[in-house]
C-alpha cells in the first residue's frame, strides 16, 4: 500500500471528548458534541467519529495518514486501538472539542466524497490523565489516525 499524504494537527481537548467530522456539517443529523457520551475510546456516529480522551484538559498530539488501501499496522505499544467507517462528503474532516469547537484547519482526506475506513491507535493516556490533574499538557496523549477507502 502507497501512503498519499500524511499531516500533524495539535488536537484542543476539553471535557474527555474531541471528535472527527465532516467539515460539510450541512448533511449531519446532529453535530459534536450532540450525542457525545464519556465512554469507549472510540464511537461512530454519522459523519463522525468521536473520541474519549484520558484527559479533561489538553492539547493532544493528532496524526493522520492517508494511504490508497488498507493501512499497515503501525508499529510501537498503544494504549487502545479501533477501528471505524465514515462518510465524508466534503473530503475533508475537522477535528473539533466538546465546547472548544472546531479547530481552525481542516484534514484533507481526498477532493470527492467518499466513504473511509479508519484505524485510530492512542497512546501517552495514563500520562495525560495524570497531568490534567495539575495543569494543561501538550503533546502527552497521541492519536495516529490511519484512513484509506471503504
Known amino acids: 500500500m502507497k501512503l498519499l499524504d500524511a499531516q ?82 466534503s473530503g475533508e474532516l475537522r477535528l473539533w472539542a466538546v465546547a472548544g469547537g472546531p479547530a481552525p484547519h481542516a484534514i484533507a482526506l481526498s477532493r470527492a466524497p467518499g466513504t473511509w475506513n479508519v484505524r485510530v491507535q492512542c497512546r501517552g493516556r495514563e500520562a495525560a490523565a495524570r497531568e490534567c490533574l495539575v495543569g494543561v499538557p501538550h503533546g502527552l496523549e497521541q492519536y495516529l489516525a490511519q484512513f484509506w477507502p471503504a
Do not use: K, N
Not at 464519556?38 to 456516529?45: D, K, N, R, T, V
Not at 492517508?66 to 499497515?72: H, S, T
Open 8 to 89: 500533524h494537527v495539535d488536537a484542543h481537548v476539553d471535557y474527555y471528548g474531541l471528535s472527527l467530522q465532516d467539515a460539510d456539517d450541512s448533511w449531519l443529523p446532529s453535530m459534536f458534541p450532540d450525542g457525545f457520551a464519556q465512554g469507549p475510546f472510540l464511537s461512530e456516529q454519522r459523519g463522525r467519529i468521536d473520541f474519549t480522551s484520558a484527559g479533561h484538559t489538553q492539547t493532544a498530539s493528532f496524526d493522520v495518514q492517508v494511504w490508497d488501501g488498507p493501512a499497515p499496522t503501525p508499529e510501537g505499544v498503544w494504549d487502545e486501538s479501533a477501528t471505524a467507517r465514515i462518510e465524508c462528503r
